[in-house]
């Protein structure tokens, strides 16, 4: 059945290249029907979304119960390493209960960020010993479950997690992470359906957790799907290190050299690449997710984007382990950080960073449809305000910069997902008291 149309009307608008003031979109079944510039009032019954609307930002990488680590890693001093064992502390507690009230809780906060669809990189698949659930896939249906009781969309990239290291069997913590092989978890992973809110991608943890003999795998049954395919690769040094000394080569050109490089694949991070490792990504159309808070928050580095773009990968952003959730924020690092590097401004246009954080994250979903704000495409926007303290003064006609390089999270107003306002005047329409819901479920994995 078709569904009445609705009308919004924009104060101002992003429309991709320019900031337009008084546009009228018009949605129908969760699409935008169509898009009516020099618009300077609102029509007869729009509903009106005062300041700067986008299209809906893409959270390209989480990891939603790592939520549940902000502001208890931070204490203190250490490495990827040391964080990693509080991680796995937080993991063991999990149970699907648990972690549906988590990342609902997660989710509503992205979407109060402006957030309309989430990749979410799941590998907490069975019990703490590693017994399969009598639904073996209760974990990552209660992730699904989430984000619809929190109003967006979301990719579930169920992940390959199979060893500790290089031909080291899982520890204690990653049993509940492995499915023992590859074939397993592709058996497994099959089972999983899409729904209107949810994709199904695949992921590789890191070549350290997947042997090499099995990563092809992994990348056919994304292959024979045309699903998304996300790798976490060449976060840490110390991971090149081993990768060279167990195969000869860095994680990069393994990847290549067992098929797993391509244009429906992500790589997370690419942070620590040689030159042929950036023209392997670049020449393959092999994305990269970049996270910088959370890359500067473990001391990660700062990994090389612009000659990744150049080289042909296209970006996208993601929030990772929710040091913060402000898809702006990763925007504006992602062109700082880079400032700091090479001590020189401007690298990418705010346009082209807000394209990292829409159309390019949403594509990398398999949401390609997402991240316009054009006829046909999903009727899913935010927008921030230009009235607060953060953002009043700039004039919006100029561009995206007063989004990019002014605002946060702290500035979304509105958020709309297939046409129906999942945050309206700065409170989640569905999930009622987000910070409480939150609160309950971080104390509910420290008891």
């Avoid at 402006?114 to 209760?138: K, L, Q």
């Avoid at 829409?358 to 997402?370: E, F, I, Q, R, V």
């Amino acid at each position: 059945m078709t569904s009445p149309q609705r009308t919004y009307w924009l104060e101002h608008a992003w429309l991709d290249t320019r900031v337009e003031p008084g546009v009228a979109l018009d949605v129908r079944d969760g699409r935008i029907t169509a898009v009516r510039t020099d618009t300077p009032a609102p029509p007869p019954g729009a509903e009106v979304l005062r300041g700067l609307t986008l299209p809906g930002l893409a959270n390209a990488h989480s990891h939603a119960f790592h939520r549940a680590l902000r502001g208890t890693v931070q204490v203190g001093s250490g490495t990827f390493w040391t964080w990693r064992e509080v991680m796995y502390s937080v993991a063991d507690r999990l149970t699907p209960e648990r972690y549906h009230a988590l990342a609902r809780a997660v989710y509503a906060e992205m979407a109060l960020a402006g957030v309309t669809a989430v990749g979410e990189f799941h590998y907490v698949h069975h019990t703490p010993d590693g017994t399969p659930y009598a639904d073996p896939n209760a974990m990552g249906e209660a992730l699904i479950e989430a984000a619809a009781d929190a109003g967006i969309r979301i990719t579930l990239l169920d992940t390959c997690y199979l060893s500790a290291g290089f031909g080291e069997p899982p520890n204690a913590h990653q049993r509940r992470f492995s499915d023992g092989t590859a074939d397993a978890w592709a058996a497994r992973c099959s089972l999983l359906k899409e729904r209107d809110h949810a994709r199904i991608g695949a992921a590789v943890h890191s070549v350290r957790a997947v042997p090499a003999e099995q990563l092809a795998t992994v990348a056919r049954w994304a292959e024979e799907r045309r699903a998304p395919l996300h790798v976490h690769l060449s976060e840490q040094t110390a991971e090149n290190d081993a990768c060279r000394a167990a195969h000869g080569r860095t994680p990069t050109r393994l990847l290549a050299d067992h098929g797993v490089l391509g244009p429906r694949t992500t790589g997370v991070h690419n942070t620590h690449l040689t030159d042929e490792d950036i023209a392997l990504l670049g020449d393959s159309g092999t994305g990269t997710c970049m996270c910088p808070t959370t890359e500067r928050d473990l001391a990660d580095g700062i990994g090389p984007a612009v000659a990744l773009q150049r080289a042909g990968s296209p970006l996208s952003l993601g929030s990772d382990s929710h040091a913060v959730i402000d898809l702006l924020e990763e925007a504006r690092a992602m062109e700082l950080n880079e400032r700091l590097r090479t001590r020189t401004r401007g690298h990418w246009t705010a346009a082209a960073l807000l394209r990292a954080a829409s159309a390019d994250g949403h594509a990398a979903l398999a949401w390609p449809d997402a991240g316009t704000l054009e006829p046909g495409a999903l009727a899913d926007f935010t927008t921030i305000a230009l009235d607060s303290v953060r953002t009043a003064g700039p004039v919006p006609r100029l561009g995206a910069e007063t989004a990019v390089f002014a605002a946060s999270a702290a500035d979304v107003r509105h958020t709309v997902v297939a046409g129906r306002h999942v945050v309206r005047d700065g409170a989640h329409t569905l999930v009622p008291d987000v910070p409480r819901a939150l609160a309950e479920a971080v104390a509910a994995l420290r008891a």
